[in-house]
C-alpha cells in the first residue's frame, strides 16, 4: 500500500469533471485525512435553516449568515460545529484540526467556549470517503486540492466560495474560476 500524505485542512474544489450533484461545484474542508480514509465538510451549501431552530443555545454563537450547513450528503442528522479559535490550546470543548480551525463539541455548555470563539459555523453532515477512495478521485482528476484559509470556513457570501477561492489560485487553476454554470450555452 502507498503512503498517504495528509491533506487534512486543506480544501477540495470540485472541478468542472465531477458529476456527482453532491459536489457539483463543492468546496470541501478536509478535517481528518489518513490512510484510513477522509472526512471533510462542504462549506457553501448554506440551508435555510436557522440555526436557532435546531441547535438554540449556540445560535447567538453561530457566525452570519446564521443558518445551518450542509456538510455533505452522509449522517445528515448529525450536526458538526466548526470555529476559529487563535492562539494555543483553546478552550475546553475545543479540538483544534488544522491552524486556528477546529471542531466544538456541541455537547458542551456554550459558555465553555463564548469568550474564545472567533466564529462558528454548524454543519449537519459530513463528506466521507473509504480507505483510497478520495486518492482514486483525485487520480480521476474530480478534485483540485488547494491551501484553505481560515475566512474560507465563514465565507460571508458562501454561495460564491467555488469562483473565490479558484480565483486566488495561480495559474491556469484561477482560469476555472470562469467556467460558466452550464457549458452548453457557451
Known amino acids: 500500500m502507498t503512503e498517504v500524505t495528509s491533506l487534512t485542512g486543506r480544501l477540495l474544489v470540485a472541478t468542472p469533471a465531477l458529476t456527482d450533484p453532491n459536489f457539483d461545484r463543492a ?9 484510513e480514509g477522509s472526512l471533510g465538510i462542504v462549506l457553501n451549501r ?15 454563537l453561530a457566525g452570519e449568515p446564521g ?3 450542509q456538510g455533505g450528503p452522509v449522517s445528515l442528522d448529525a450536526a458538526l460545529g466548526v470555529a476559529v ?10 479540538r483544534r484540526v488544522h491552524g486556528a480551525i477546529g471542531l466544538v463539541d456541541l455537547e458542551a455548555p456554550p459558555e465553555l467556549l463564548a469568550a474564545e470563539l472567533g466564529s462558528l459555523r454548524i454543519f449537519a453532515g459530513y463528506a466521507g470517503w473509504g480507505p483510497g ?5 483525485l487520480e480521476e482528476g474530480a478534485w483540485y486540492v488547494v491551501e484553505s ?12 466560495l467555488w469562483r473565490s477561492v479558484l480565483r486566488r489560485q495561480r495559474g491556469e487553476l484561477a482560469m476555472v474560476a470562469t467556467y460558466p454554470d452550464d457549458p452548453s450555452l457557451n
Open 27 to 35: 468546496v470541501v474542508l478536509l478535517l481528518d485525512h489518513d490512510e
Open 46 to 60: 448554506p440551508t435555510p435553516v436557522d440555526v436557532g431552530d435546531v441547535l438554540e443555545p449556540w445560535a447567538a
Open 67 to 69: 443558518v445551518v450547513f
Open 85 to 94: 479559535i487563535p492562539g494555543g490550546e483553546g478552550p475546553l470543548g475545543w
Open 133 to 137: 477512495q478520495l486518492e482514486n478521485e
Open 149 to 160: 484559509e481560515p475566512g474560507d470556513v465563514f465565507a460571508p457570501d458562501p454561495e460564491r
